[in-house]
């Protein structure tokens, strides 16, 4: 099998499943218990508290380990205090947007801030906001999942410091991709996951600016500060932690692969006559390529893609299975029918160049045979 879907979800590194195994084999201590066993975890979750830190240039004393990207970004909105108004990007995954839609429902005032065909963040739009003085808290992406597009956070940021405004980012996408320091971007609040980087499900976290005041969505316990109840999954958050230190220490290393799969792939996508690849002229993910085939259907290629034993998506993982047009797309000003025919490949550090030479001959011969 041609694996390109590393967007939804990487395979867990041998090297991070090999340190879970004694937490999940013998380890199995609650981390609050006084006992040794619970020692043994308590001291495990130290030590992954700390590597996640690192990778994002925060203290681990900023870190709160959660269930994941979703339920860190739920925290984040919840914890931003946005009772004078929230203002998000159009392009953000289903983990803002959804509560980001509760909280109006609720009676917070909501905006969308627009983006630019290449799906940056419109100036204007944001100046709009900032105008209003309605906004005291903003969420925008760090890297868009479907598009890669990389976002200029530490440029808005110091924008909407200025006027009071503070900012959440989902970094889910970018951490172990580029480099993500939590200190340069200015952010108050930062998501991050661990499947997206080679770890196990189950484990994500929320960097927090020191001072920050979080308002927990589940309460019960006095674990993670408090501020996020419940026993810990001490196997996945030592899996998230091995994960985070590899892709600090193999940053650069898998971002010169990715990148130079990446034009491969690209290449070849531009031999197939009429394919569109989206936001080609912004700054991207060095693994992230979301292109569309005027009168095809994406869903239909990608199912034709999977007998032949390639996986792909069609945009985003957490949003598929309507008929609708992407969002994200549709935000981006991309034709109805040309947002039906996308497909998104997203590679890993196990993809190889053969596998890319393969994929496009498979599509080539799709696309012809649909022709």
């Known amino acids: 099998m041609i694996y390109l879907d590393h967007n939804a ?5 041998p090297r991070v499943l090999e340190a879970m195994l004694p937490y999940l084999k013998s380890f199995y201590g609650n981390a609050s218990g006084l006992y040794r066993l619970g020692r043994l975890s308590r001291s495990a979750i130290d030590t992954a508290r700390h590597q996640v830190a690192e990778l994002v240039g ?32 159009a392009i953000e995954h289903p983990s803002i947007l959804e509560p980001a839609e509760r909280l109006r429902q609720q009676g917070h005032p909501l905006s969308l801030i627009d983006v630019d065909q290449n799906g940056l963040i419109c100036q204007e739009a944001l100046d709009a906001i900032i105008r209003t003085q309605k906004t005291t808290a903003v969420s925008i992406m760090l890297a868009n999942n479907e598009t890669g597009v990389i976002q ?30 939590f200190n340069s971007l200015g952010v108050r609040l930062m998501s991050l996951s661990s499947h997206k980087l080679y770890g196990p499900k189950g484990a994500g976290a929320l960097i927090f600016e020191k001072g920050a005041r979080l308002s927990p969505l589940l309460l ?32 650069a290393q898998r971002g010169e692969y990715l990148a130079g799969l990446k034009t491969q792939l690209e ?37 034709r893609l999977d007998q032949q034993g390639v996986a792909v998506s069609s945009g985003s993982a957490c949003a598929s299975g309507g008929k ?8 981006m000003g991309i034709a109805p029918a040309l947002a039906q025919s996308t497909l998104r490949i997203s590679l890993g550090t196990t993809n190889t160049p053969d596998q890319i030479t393969q994929f496009i001959e498979q599509l080539k011969i799709l696309v012809c045979q649909e022709g």
């Open 152 to 181: 200029d956070i530490a440029r808005l940021t110091e924008q909407l410091r200025a006027h009071g405004i503070a900012l959440h980012t989902d970094a889910v996408q970018a951490a172990g991709k580029i480099p993500v320091d």
């Open 220 to 251: 019960g316990g006095g674990q993670e500060q408090g501020y996020r109840a419940g026993t810990e999954n001490v196997a996945a958050i030592v899996g998230f932690g091995k994960a985070a230190e590899l892709a600090k220490s193999e940053l």
């Open 58 to 89: 925060a203290t681990a004393s900023q870190v709160i380990f959660t269930s994941g990207g979703t339920e860190a970004n739920n925290l984040a909105l919840a914890s931003l205090e946005p009772q004078a108004g929230l203002a998000v990007s």
């Open 324 to 331: 609708e047009p992407s969002h994200v797309l549709t935000a």
């Open 9 to 13: 979800t990487t395979p867990i590194d």
């Open 267 to 303: 290449d070849g996508l531009r031999s197939i006559p009429g394919l569109s690849i989206f936001a080609e002229d912004a700054p991207r993910l060095p693994n992230t390529v979301q292109f569309g085939l005027p009168n095809s259907d994406g869903e239909m290629l990608l199912m």
